[in-house]
Antibody
């Protein structure tokens, strides 16, 4: 059974770094790509980046300078790190596998506030 | 980056009515492998998004055939025939041909 689950702090201070973990089960990270997508409250979806099955990464152009995606295949985890957080980074962050069939995590709400 | 322009931003419909949503891209979405990686997703209220259609017109498993996708190059349409209450929410197009991937702004489908 394929599952993805996001975890991380619900509250981050402005200018600090966000660290999120996507823990997957039911498939191997060396066989499928995992994406990160976020959504500010009441707004649309934004593609943040992707970890490919072979370890390659791609990023949203607007976030590229402060975003990093990595993984630990032995732990079935994909990591998102984004620095210099501002209030407009507040939102729900999802990890998703968009392959032959799509699977999404439940999302994790992150609030950037002092 | 490819800009995905979705219209209309909102639609008010009656149950049983048919509706169409447009998605236009700033560049052709035909990939080097000749496939077109245009997806349609639905986000129901309070839920994670769910893909309905991939590669323009292929329905995901379990998606009712009331949904259909069409289009080519830069111009795409999602049609819902005989809208049901479970279809309400926000629809997004998503292109996966060019990096970075990009979403359309969304179309909110509401009950009239």
């Amino acid at each position: 059974q394929v599952q993805l689950k996001e975890s991380g702090p619900g509250l981050v201070q402005p200018s600090q770094t966000l660290s999120l973990t996507c823990t997957v089960s039911g498939f191997s990270l060396t066989s499928y790509n995992v994406h990160w997508v976020r959504q500010p409250p009441g707004k649309g979806l934004e593609w943040m980046g992707r970890m490919r099955y072979n370890g390659d990464t791609s990023y949203n152009s607007a976030l590229k300078s402060r975003l990093s995606i990595s993984r630990d295949t032995s732990k079935n985890q994909v990591f998102l790190k984004m620095n210099s957080l501002q209030t407009d980074d507040t939102g729900t962050y999802y990890c998703t596998r968009l392959g032959a069939r799509d699977y999404w995590g439940q999302g994790v709400m992150v609030t950037v506030s002092s | 980056d490819v800009v995905m322009t979705q219209t209309p931003p909102s639609l008010s419909v009656a149950i049983g009515q048919s509706v169409s949503i447009s998605c236009k891209s700033s560049q052709s979405l035909v990939a080097s492998d000749k496939n077109t990686y245009l997806n349609w997703l639905l986000q129901s209220p309070g839920r994670s998004p769910k893909r309905l259609i991939y590669q323009v017109s292929k329905l995901d498993s379990g998606v009712p055939d009331r949904f259909s996708g069409s289009g080519s190059e830069k111009d795409f349409t999602l049609k819902i025939s005989r809208v049901e209450a479970e279809d309400l929410g926000v629809y997004y197009c998503l292109q996966g041909t060019h990096l970075p991937w990009t979403f359309g702004g969304g179309t909110k489908l509401e009950l009239k």
